[in-house]
Nanobody
Framework: QVQLVESGGGLVQAGGSLRLSCAAS????????MGWFRQTPAKGHEFEFV??????????MSADSVRGRFTISRDNAKNTIYLQMNALKPEDTATYYC?????????????????WGQGTQVTVSS
């Protein structure tokens, strides 16, 4: 049974930082690219790509809105990915989901992801 479990969300003031984690089990973690997406009611619950990382960790991609502020990393020995979020803005408020893609290279579209976590809420106050 595949499980992706996110943690680390919470309430933070604008300009602050948070670190999200996503622990995976039941899949060949080191052979899958991983990513973080977010969803907000204001955007009609659209899955918005945030950042992605290749299976090896050698390649990453970020959305323009978070580039330079958010960093994705992974520890294949721990089957875990991380999202370090700095300089947070109120518009970063969302439910954040980690996903596991079937490909080894970075994927930016949600349809490429096979498994999803349950989500963790991030709220940034102004």
């Amino acid at each position: 049974q595949v499980q992706l479990v996110e943690s680390g969300g919470g309430l933070v003031q604008a300009g602050g930082s948070l670190r999200l984690s996503c622990a995976a089990s039941g899949l060949a973690f080191s052979r899958r690219s991983m990513g973080w997406f977010r969803q907000t009611p204001a955007k009609g619950h659209e899955f918005e790509f945030v950042v992605g990382i290749s299976a090896s960790g050698a390649s990453t991609m970020s959305a323009d809105s978070v580039r330079g502020r958010f960093t994705i990393s992974r520890d294949n020995a721990k089957n875990t990915i991380y999202l370090q979020m700095n300089a947070l803005k109120p518009e970063d408020t969302a439910t954040y989901y980690c996903g596991a893609a079937s490909a080894t290279y970075v994927q930016m579209t949600s349809v490429a992801y096979e498994y999803w976590g349950q989500g963790t809420q991030v709220t940034v106050s102004s």
